[in-house]
């Protein structure tokens, strides 16, 4: 049987992650409020879940400032590409597709 990442399995990482492969090229970042706009997700919600990636070392987070304002940056690390790429073959195996 094959064994799904619990780390992106979960419905709303797994959108995240999603998000982050297809919209991030390497070494590009996302604005946390950009991200949660696009995931239609409350800062917490968000949050809680992206703090799970980045213990996992699927996502980094850099805080900094815009001007006199704290922003924060979302990336997807070359750890995270690969383990989502893996999920997403891992998926398409178990649902009998091929990619």
């Known amino acids: 049987m094959i064994e799904l990442d619990p780390v992106i399995h979960a419905p709303a990482r ?3 992650m999603t998000t982050l ?3 991030l090229e390497e070494g590009d970042e ?3 409020p950009t991200l949660q706009k696009l ?3 409350t800062a917490g919600n968000l949050t809680t879940h992206l703090s799970k990636l980045e213990a996992a070392g699927y996502v980094s987070s850099t805080k900094t400032f815009a001007g ?3 922003a924060t940056l979302v990336a ?3 750890n995270g590409r ?3 790429r893996a999920y ?3 998926l398409l195996q178990l649902l009998g597709g091929s990619r």
Request: charged letters at 30%; zero cysteines.
């Open 88 to 90: 997403r073959t891992q």
């Open 30 to 32: 996302i604005a946390f």
């Open 68 to 70: 006199r304002k704290p």
């Open 76 to 78: 997807i690390t070359p």
């Open 82 to 84: 690969a383990a989502f």
């Open 39 to 41: 995931l239609d997700m």
């Open 14 to 16: 797994l959108r995240i």
């Open 21 to 23: 492969d297809e919209a």
